[in-house]
Nanobody, 123 residues
Framework: QVQLVESGGGLVQAGGSLRLSCAAS????????MGWFRQAPGKEREFVAA????????YYADSVKGRFTIYRDNAKNTVYLQMNSLKPEDTAVYYC????????????????WGQGTQVTVSS
């Protein structure tokens, strides 16, 4: 059974940093691209970042480019999202998801999803 478990969310002041983790189990992690998405209250879920199975290709939403970094450790079956210079508009539930490579920005193409972790940025 495929399982994705996010962690690392919390409350942080604007300008601060958080690192989210997504631990995967149930299938060969290194064969799959991983994505991070987020959903703010009253809004639709949106793409944040994605990474190919090898880590060689990464993609970012314009709103987080230069502030967020996605990376993975295939030996630990974990993908990370380092979030710096956080803004109140980054407040959302953050989800990780996986799909067969290549990585894409389209959430409909992702197969399995985690339960989400709350990130709240205060002004």
């Amino acid at each position: 059974q495929v399982q994705l478990v996010e962690s690392g969310g919390g409350l942080v002041q604007a300008g601060g940093s958080l690192r989210l983790s997504c631990a995967a189990s149930g299938r060969t992690f290194s064969s799959y691209a991983m994505g991070w998405f987020r959903q703010a209250p009253g809004k639709e879920r949106e793409f944040v970042a994605a990474i190919s199975w090898s880590g060689g290709n990464t993609y970012y939403a314009d709103s987080v480019k230069g502030r967020f970094t996605i990376y993975r450790d295939n030996a630990k079956n974990t993908v990370y999202l380092q979030m710096n210079s956080l803004k109140p508009e980054d407040t959302a539930v953050y989800y990780c998801a996986d799909k067969i490579d290549p990585a894409t920005t389209w959430e409909d193409e992702y197969d399995y999803w985690g339960q989400g972790t709350q990130v709240t940025v205060s002004s």
